[in-house]
């Protein structure tokens, strides 16, 4: 794979700042002669500013432009100059933004091959119009551009991120993008143990689903609600991302094969049809924890997955379960409600209530194990004291517990008393009076790759942080290899 679009694929996954630095250190911003990677790099700086402070946003702004004027002159082409109009509208220069835009409308006019694909040509003529403050044409130009290309999300999410961010420099109505937004994505889960021929169950959910029209759905795939839906989004059309609490072998003993061989043989189809399925990490040192808490972290780790995949693709999220009338919320639901995001409920009477591992057994709880380098000790005690954390470090180190939900209030609050602050969390199942020492040398490693006034997480903390926090901004930054095997470092900041 070329630097080039290994680089791309890292800033289409929402990580700008990794992609920029990557590009830095492989010398490609010193390559002021190739109009693709001069391209790339406007777009990377771009990116980076749009997520930056308005104080430094205006500088990047302008050294995006600079890239993509430079492309232009290397290899005239409408794509560079269309972004160099848009970024002339955001950096406060609505003279040059329109200048650009127009020579980019004559371009396209004068040449029926302008443009990379079809797609590209009538979205970049749709943007060209928008920036002249011609919105009805703009809006018929897009939808042009989208029936050409109906399922090329990647390229329809940057065109909408970018239209976005135009229509507010403008002060304009966004309203009118909702209809040409990618599909949702939709989180899935539910009881286990239910008759899999309800005819009445399953018509309720393919009504659901035909109504929600998710292009991409999350979920695991436990005997009962699980799967239903799972088949009811293929059938409908939606890639199906599969996350499990631990590996699919071990997974479709204890969650599937008790409930017969019908859900048996549509387990495994689904899990061939699936377009990824992931399990949990495995514990460096088994600990004595509960199915239960497993179940639930991977919930909310795939939680978190739909909501990033909504985020990178500017569409929405949507939560679908299937619960017993009158039945205990379930901690992820709860945590997805807290949230302030919908949910879609389907209520259905349990047929088999099956074992669903040592529930009872376990002293473990989902918390946070934070680790907070070069703080005040003792304005620490305090904020440590307001969200019940538990002080689990030695005297030359500040560790501590918090139940799930106020982890990351500890972390802003520490980040706020002290921004030279550097800190690291792990969500995980814990003994919050004495965590297991694997996790404990887990963050430690992970707050190697910490910076100051930022706090550092791996990559299911991070998906855990995105449902728990919408205030949080999140990306990946790294990886660091370790007896785990690699973990995936994460930067969060508010």
Excluded at 74 to 87: K, R, S, V
Aim: include cysteine; hydrophobic fraction near 45%; aromatic fraction near 4%.
């Amino acid at each position: 794979m070329s630097h080039h679009i290994q680089i791309l694929r890292v800033a289409r996954a929402g990580n700008p700042a990794r992609a920029l630095r990557l590009f830095s250190e492989q010398g490609l911003d010193q390559r002021n002669n190739d109009p693709k990677l001069l391209t790339l790099h406007g777009r990377l700086l771009k990116e980076r500013a749009l997520q930056c402070s308005e104080g430094r946003r205006k500088a990047l702004l302008q050294d995006a432009s600079t890239a993509y004027l430079a492309a232009f002159e290397c290899e005239p082409d409408t794509y560079p100059l269309i972004n160099a109009a848009a970024l002339g509208l955001l950096a406060g220069t609505p003279a040059t933004s329109r200048k650009y835009a127009q020579r980019v409308l004559d371009m396209i006019e004068a040449d029926p091959n302008e443009g990379e694909t079809p797609y590209w040509r009538e979205a970049t003529r749709a943007e060209a119009l928008l920036l002249l403050d011609r919105p009805a044409a703009a809006k018929n130009a897009l939808a042009a551009a989208i029936e050409m290309l109906p399922l090329a999300h990647e390229d329809l999410a940057a065109t909408i991120g970018q239209f976005e961010a135009i229509i507010a420099a403008q002060n304009g109505d966004l309203s009118w993008l909702e209809v040409h937004r990618p599909p949702s994505s939709l989180h899935f889960s539910g009881l286990i143990g239910l008759n899999p021929n309800t005819p009445d169950l399953r018509d309720t959910i393919q009504q659901k689903i035909a109504q929600l029209r998710p292009g991409y759905a999350f979920g695991a795939l436990a005997a009962g609600a699980d799967i239903m839906i799972a088949e009811a989004a293929l059938e409908e059309g939606a890639q199906l991302h599969v996350v499990l609490p631990n590996p699919p072998d071990a997974f479709r003993i204890a969650s599937v094969e008790p409930y017969g061989a019908e859900w048996c043989a549509r387990f495994d189809t689904l899990i061939e049809e699936a377009a990824t399925v992931e399990a949990l990490p495995e514990r460096l040192v088994p600990i004595d924890c509960s199915l239960s808490h497993s179940i639930e972290l991977a919930s909310l780790v795939c939680m978190g997955q739909a909501l990033r995949n909504a985020a990178n693709l500017h569409s929405k999220a949507y939560a679908l379960t299937i619960a017993a009338p009158d039945e205990e919320e379930r901690l992820p639901i709860t945590r997805w409600l807290e949230s302030g995001r919908s949910l879609e409920l389907i209520e259905t009477t349990r047929q088999n209530n099956g074992v669903r591992g040592n529930v009872s057994q376990s002293t473990s709880q989902l918390a946070g194990l934070v680790l907070l380098t070069a703080p005040d000790q003792a304005q620490v005690d305090v904020i440590a004291k307001k969200h019940d954390a538990i002080n689990v470090g030695d005297q030359a180190e500040c560790m501590f517990t918090a139940p799930l939900k106020n982890s990351l209030e500890l972390i802003r609050e520490c980040l706020d008393a002290d921004p030279g602050c550097r800190t690291s969390l792990v969500i995980d199942d814990m003994d919050m009076t004495h965590p297991d020492k694997a996790l404990m040398v887990k963050i430690r490693l992970i707050a190697q790759g910490g910076e100051f006034g930022r706090f550092s997480v791996d990559r299911n903390t991070a998906l855990v942080a995105i449902l728990l926090d919408q205030t949080l901004k999140l990306e990946e930054t790294g990886e660091l290899a370790s007896l785990y095997g690699p973990i995936s470092l994460w930067a969060g900041s508010y």
